[in-house]
């Protein structure tokens, strides 16, 4: 089942540390979603991309937060400085069109849970 | 802006026994509506999604829902649960056009009683 792959799947950190989470997107889909899952809590939307190309990065914090798609290779969610209210589970999610075009759905990783120390 | 509400934060049913989880969403149109699953420590599946049409939607695992415009909502049911439905729900919405993200509530925990 060659799925929304996201790595790694468990990662630690001491506050100020960075952090990278990879996600490869289900073959064909060029639409990338980044979540943030906290504790007890839904999921935000943090940002869309397409293929090099950032779509909509309204969810994303104005610092310490960036998010990239390029043209090979995975989509990067970058943490730089880690705080431990960072702490949570990222989920990516890949679409072959957008999320309101197509069938709009999104297929989902199985997360990467960051702990900050 | 979109948003969705999921008033119910935990829900209790005994297996066998019939379930509704409320969802209500705000937007200026007519959204996509969807309704995903997420089990312990995995990702999120999804159940079923309305687009257009018809205003009751089949999903997977026996869910349904029905699109209510007049009352903002999309409901979920399923008329008898199983043990293995313990997970927690969103709701989600989307807005047409392409270049459009999915917004999700803040879920649904249903736990099952035997």
């Known amino acids: 089942n060659a799925g929304v792959m996201q790595n790694p799947r468990h990662l630690v950190r001491r506050r100020g540390q960075e952090a990278r989470l990879r996600c490869s997107p289900m073959k064909g889909h060029s639409h990338v979603y980044w979540y943030r899952q906290l504790p007890e809590e839904g999921l935000k939307f943090m940002v869309y991309?397409?293929?090099?190309?950032?779509?909509?990065e309204s969810g994303m914090p104005k610092e310490r937060f960036s998010a990239e798609f390029p043209k090979e290779g995975p989509s990067i969610l970058r943490i730089q400085q880690v705080v431990r209210g960072d702490s949570a589970a990222y989920f990516c999610?890949?679409?072959?069109?957008?999320?309101?075009?197509?069938?709009?759905?999104?297929?989902f990783g199985e997360g990467s849970r960051l702990t900050v120390l | 802006a979109q948003s969705v509400t999921q008033p119910d934060i935990h829900i209790t049913v005994s297996e066998g026994a019939s379930l509704e989880l409320r969802c209500n969403y705000s937007y200026g149109a007519t959204p996509y509506l969807f309704w995903y699953v997420q089990s312990p420590g995995q990702g999120l599946q999804l159940l079923l999604k309305y687009f257009s049409g018809d205003t009751l939607v089949q999903g997977i695992k026996g869910f349904e829902a029905e699109f209510k415009r007049s009352q903002s909502s999309f409901n979920l049911r399923k008329p008898s649960v199983h043990w293995s439905d313990a997970a927690e729900y969103f709701c989600?919405?989307?807005?047409?056009?392409?270049?459009?993200?999915?917004?999700f509530g803040s879920g649904t925990r249903l736990s099952i009683r035997p």
């Open positions: 991309l397409q293929k090099e190309n950032i779509i909509d």
């Open positions: 999610a890949s679409s072959l069109q957008g999320a309101g075009g197509g069938t709009g759905e999104l297929f």
């Open positions: 989600a919405v989307g807005m047409r056009g392409s270049a459009s993200k999915i917004i």
